[in-house]
């Protein structure tokens, strides 16, 4: 079930260090080399693998697919099996009234599929996106990785975007939802009050950045306040990966629409769909991708997933559990290096080791993890954030392991760097 695609050959400026790696095959959470050397995988595709590669129970399901003839069983069938988990194990343990809508085969799709229904909906065109916010980006999807970036896309047409500040990105005294809501309420605002606010609780690609509950409460109450529809983005940081099946229910929120991905659902299995409030269902983004009309393993293998790890809230708990070994392992290495300007943020199994912008000391560090026997990749405006994704199904000795290479490539990397000393002063 595992595609190596682009995590086959580890570039310097990907991986860090002067020389790339070529994998050549999979298991778990382990990657091996063309030598035969194993590699602690913590980054999972960013995030596309929660199960790690080569998932036993997925590949399990998929030969009993193909062993019993199912390619010729019509997809409406198999699509009718992926609706029943998710009434079953999302929404009725919830009490949530949600309705699917299947939009295509990429994260993309799904993002772009929500936004056109909410300009549809409200008959305005503007949305409201926010600073390092990826999204999975492509022309017609909201993105703002960089000022430059969101300058080039409105160079290039995408004029209806209204970028505004993340939480934390003023600084931890100024309440973002507040600034938004006051420029809402200027009548001489330079822009059209939006359709849509679209938003992911954890910016992933953007450094690890974390939205508070209070945001994101705040957030939905602006939303409600102003008729504009707001969509959550779970197509890297939901399906499980803050330990809950979705990122923003522990914030007791409840999206007009929310975009989900099967690349974080059930592997490489390709589909991704959106949740809507009833209301909203009868709007169509459009007439139904071809692409899904043969699509019955995507659908089998999603229903699977959800039966065989959300059946149980056991497996949840499970994640939380790897969570706080995770993150007190990161904090005591933080605590390691006082005045090193060192920190920790995250939630679940997405956790960001902080290092000094500018200073090349993440790089360093996943160059030596790599060294080492450990994946891990840098993100943010600087590469200055060490991104830990291992797999939700990672064995727990596994993930200790691969932290003790962490905790060992720092300690190099601090030891040996000509800037620790500047740092430190």
Request: hydrophobic share 40%; aromatic share 6%.
């Amino acid at each position: 079930m595992t595609d190596l695609n682009n995590d086959d050959r580890i570039e310097p400026e990907q991986g860090g260090g002067s020389s790339p790696v070529t994998f050549t095959h999979a298991k778990g959470s382990l990657l091996y080399d063309e030598k035969g050397r194993a590699y602690i995988d913590f980054y999972s595709r960013a995030g596309t693998l929660n199960y790690g590669h080569n998932n036993e129970s997925f590949k399990a399901k998929a030969q009993q697919w193909l062993s019993v003839d199912n390619q010729s069983m019509p997809t409406a069938s198999a699509k009718a099996l992926f609706v029943k988990a998710v009434e079953q194990h999302l929404l009725a343990p919830r009490n949530w009234n949600y309705i699917l809508q299947f939009t295509g085969l990429t994260a993309t799709c799904a993002v772009e599929a929500a936004l056109k229904i909410a300009r549809q909906k409200t008959g305005r065109q503007n949305v409201i996106s926010f600073t390092h916010g990826l999204h999975d980006a492509s022309p017609g999807t909201l993105t703002t990785p960089s000022p430059l970036r969101a300058r080039l896309l409105k160079e290039c047409g995408w004029q209806n975007t209204t970028f505004m500040p993340y939480d934390g990105y003023l600084g931890p005294d100024v309440d973002t939802v507040a600034y938004v809501e006051g420029l809402l309420a200027d009548p001489n605002r330079d822009f059209e009050k939006p359709a849509a606010i679209v938003v992911e609780t954890i910016q992933g690609g953007g450094g690890v950045n974390v939205a508070t509950q209070c945001w994101l409460k705040g957030l939905e109450q602006l939303c409600h306040d102003e008729d504009i529809l707001l969509i959550v983005d779970e197509t890297r940081v939901g399906c499980g990966r803050t330990g809950r099946f979705f990122s923003f229910e522990v914030a007791g929120i409840e999206p007009d629409i929310i975009a989900l991905s099967s690349s974080a659902l059930s592997s490489d299995d390709a589909l991704s769909l959106i949740m809507l409030k009833p209301g909203l269902q009868d709007i169509q983004a459009e007439s139904q991708p071809d692409d899904l009309d043969d699509n019955h393993l995507a659908f089998t293998m999603a229903a699977h997933v959800l039966n065989h790890y959300w059946a149980d809230p056991q497996f949840g708990e499970q994640v939380l559990k790897k969570e706080e070994l995770l993150r007190d392992w990161l904090e005591n290495i933080v605590h390691s290096y006082p005045g090193s300007g060192l920190s920790v943020r995250g939630r679940g199994l997405i956790q960001g080791l902080v290092t000094p912008a500018g200073s090349d000391l993440a790089n360093e560090i996943a160059q030596c993890c790599l060294e080492a026997g450990l994946l891990v990749k840098t993100v943010g405006a600087d590469d200055e954030v060490l991104k830990l994704l291992p797999a939700l199904t990672i064995e727990e000795d596994l993930l200790t392991q691969g932290l003790h290479i962490l905790e060992q490539s720092v300690a190099t990397v601090m030891a040996q760097s000509p800037r620790t000393e500047q740092i430190l002063k």
